[in-house]
């Protein structure tokens, strides 16, 4: 097994780790910074590792071409480092690509933790000769090699939206190797970018996925994958008309912008070979709004589910005595119904000893904020969104979390992301009895139901709930079952699996 090891000067730590590790049968290339790119591309497939030592520089550029090498990825650092402009440039890259962050000190993760970098998952703190690092590094090369399917995630992605992280986690452990083609500048120049990227890859997959919200890159897609032969699989899950127009109510339908959202989910559909929705309430939707009869075999339903490494059971930190915490995170919008129902509920129950905390911002945050002025609230807390490890820490501290209550078309085809994370989490939930819960959920089983757009049904269930601890716990055992089983990342991304699996066998046909 080939490593290149990257770094600006060898000195006598850095010596030790490489004897350390020829000694356990690997192969180490030393590489500075001389005409490193081409040096690594040209190299490329004889190499399986890329360990970059300390030299921050070097490990963004590495990161940057990491989809070019298509290898694992380790940084170690070992003295405290004061980055400069350039250096938070690469620890950004590096830290979006990196398989392993080595840290010789923990108290280095406060230099990544100025630059609001979370190491939470990456890092591994451990001194320098180490033996534990072949080890490692034999299973992080094995994982890279061990694949039935690549894929090319394509698009103008946020990797850390959790539809791209649960399956970004979920797809290698299931033997897809995953080549990521992402870009995000502005305008035009993204499409020239993913364009550039994808030439240096085209040879290196088998199916092409295009990730969430990639309405827009959709043409662009079609074109890169027919001119080498690849079929494509469009992961939308939602309808951007029906959240803008129909759901937000941003603009009128009759404008030109409704109509060109509406266009660009219209010719998404019809560029795909597969088209992914959420349930099978939202392929309906799409076949009678978008005229898709004719492909309805095309569009296959997908839960989004929850990264269960970030949400989980907690049992330490949950409530032991009132006040009855009940939690709600999420966007200010029409669907959720806090400017109604939630707020409502909090009226209603007033004058018991039960706290809400409702964390997010959006649309309506200042009428609901203003209601609970008006109406002397105090035992609601309006909280600041929150990195999402930290979201789990007030999940596991309520009693009971809340789903979404509003009244819009969107809400009854849609089962909601805080839906997915108060299962995961193992919290007793509560949300609006719509056919897409319906689908997944069993009332009284592993939630409590409430009409939709109604506060006082809210504040009811939410008594009961506090009355009857041990329905609550039931309530919440069960839900997290359902997620074991079904929606965690391993679950979802074996599922998407065969979805590729299936449509590239026909491929080769």
Not at 4 to 20: G, H, N, Q, V, W
Not at 26 to 55: C, H, M, P, T
Not at 67 to 72: E, G, S
Not at 259 to 286: P, S
Request: charged share 25%; with cysteine.
């Amino acid at each position: 097994m080939k490593i290149a090891f990257l770094t600006e000067k060898i000195e006598p730590k850095a010596e030790a780790e490489i004897k350390l590790l020829e000694d356990n049968g690997f192969e180490v290339l030393v590489f500075d910074s001389k005409n490193l790119e081409g040096r690594l591309i040209n190299q490329r497939k004889d190499l399986d590792l890329i360990y970059v030592w300390q030299a921050i520089g070097l490990a963004g550029l590495a990161a940057k071409i990491k989809f070019i090498l298509q290898t694992a990825l380790v940084y170690r650092q070992n003295e405290k480092i004061s980055f400069n402009q350039d250096q938070k440039k690469a620890a950004k890259y590096l830290f979006a690509e990196a398989d392993k962050i080595l840290l010789a000190d923990n108290d280095f993760v406060s230099d990544w933790q100025a630059m609001n970098l979370d190491l939470y998952e990456q890092k591994l703190v451990l001194p320098s000769a180490d033996e534990k690092i072949a080890g490692l590094f034999e299973d992080l090369i094995k994982a890279n090699k061990n694949y039935d399917l690549r894929i090319c995630y394509f698009g103008s992605f946020d990797q850390y939206y959790t539809r791209n992280r649960i399956l970004l986690k979920g797809l290698p452990r299931n033997q897809v190797k995953v080549i990521k083609v992402n870009d995000r500048s502005a305008k035009l120049a993204k499409f020239f970018k993913l364009w550039r990227m994808h030439r240096k890859i085209k040879n290196d997959y088998d199916l092409m996925f295009v990730a969430f919200q990639g309405q827009l890159i959709m043409p662009l897609a079609w074109l890169l994958a027919r001119l080498n032969k690849k079929k494509i699989v469009f992961d939308a899950i939602f309808s951007i008309y029906d959240s803008v127009v129909l759901d937000r109510k941003e603009v009128s339908p009759r404008t030109f912008r409704a109509k060109y959202l509406h266009f660009l989910d219209w010719l998404a559909c019809r560029l795909a070979d597969i088209v992914i929705v959420h349930t099978k309430f939202h392929k309906e939707f799409f076949i009678e709004e978008f005229g898709l009869k004719n492909r309805a075999d095309k569009i296959v339903t997908l839960y989004v589910g929850a990264d269960n490494e970030l949400l989980f059971p907690r049992p330490e930190l949950a409530p032991k005595a009132d006040p009855f915490v009940v939690h709600f995170h999420g966007s200010y919008s029409p669907a959720q119904g806090l400017e109604h129902v939630i707020i409502g509920a909090a009226k209603i129950l007033k004058e018991e000893n039960i706290v809400f905390n409702l964390i997010g911002r959006g649309q309506s945050y200042q009428e609901v904020k203003n209601k609970a002025a008006e109406w002397q609230l105090n035992k609601v807390n309006f909280i600041k969104p929150v990195p999402y490890r930290v979201l789990g820490k007030y999940m596991n501290q309520s009693d009971v979390c809340l789903g979404s209550f509003g009244v819009s078309p969107k809400i009854t085809r849609v089962v909601p992301l805080k839906v997915f994370e108060a299962l995961a989490c193992g919290r007793a939930l509560i949300t609006a009895r719509t056919p897409a819960i319906l689908e997944l959920l069993t009332e009284g089983e592993n939630c409590l139901l409430t009409e939709m757009g109604e506060p006082q049904d809210l504040a009811e269930k939410i008594l009961y709930l506090k009355n009857n601890p041990a329905v609550k716990e039931k309530i919440a055992k069960n839900g997290y079952d359902l997620f074991v089983n079904n929606l965690s990342p391993n679950a979802s991304a074996n599922k998407l699996k065969k979805i590729f699996l299936s449509l590239y066998e026909t491929n080769q046909r």
